[in-house]
C-alpha cells in the first residue's frame, strides 16, 4: 500500500476551509491515465468542488515546482515527494485513512528467470510495504 500526501504551498495556512481553498485551486497533474491524477480527481469530486483549471505536466519536479510557487495542488505518494529537492518548499497534508492508500502491484513474467536483482528489489519493497 502507498500512503498519499495531498500537497499545497506553505501560503496556504489551514486557516481557510479546504473547500474554499480548493475551490480557487488548479490541479497539476500528469496526463489522463495516471493513478495519481484520478485519486486527486476523485477526492476533489468527491467534496463537490471543481477546479479552477487543470495542468499537465511531464514530470514529478515539474509538478511539485509549480505547487512550491502556489500555482495550485496535487497528491502524489509519500515515498515519491520525500526524495526531491522541492519538498521544503511545499506543505504536505496527511489524507483521511479511508482515501490515504491505494494498492500499487509489481507484475512480471512467470517464464522468465528471476534475477538477484530482481529478488533483492522484491525484498525491499515488501519491507517498505510492512513498514507503512
Not at 8 to 34: A, I
Not at 38 to 60: A, D
Amino acid at each position: 500500500m502507498e500512503s498519499f500526501l495531498f500537497s499545497t504551498t506553505y501560503r496556504y495556512s489551514g486557516l481557510v476551509e479546504p473547500s474554499d481553498f480548493l475551490q480557487q485551486q488548479n490541479l497539476l497533474v500528469f496526463r489522463e491515465g495516471c493513478t495519481y491524477r484520478t485519486k486527486l480527481e476523485q477526492l476533489v469530486r468527491e467534496q463537490g468542488m471543481l477546479p479552477r483549471k487543470v495542468m499537465e505536466f511531464g514530470t514529478v519536479e515539474a509538478i511539485l515546482g509549480c505547487v512550491a510557487v502556489g500555482m495550485g495542488i496535487t497528491l502524489f505518494p509519500r515515498s515519491v515527494i520525500m526524495c526531491l529537492q522541492h519538498v521544503h518548499d511545499i506543505k504536505f497534508h496527511t489524507l483521511p485513512s479511508t482515501t490515504a492508500h491505494i494498492p500499487t502491484m509489481l507484475i512480471w513474467r512467470t517464464d522468465v528467470l528471476r534475477t538477484k536483482a530482481m529478488n533483492a528489489f522484491v525484498e525491499v519493497v515488501q519491507e517498505i510495504d510492512q513498514s507503512l
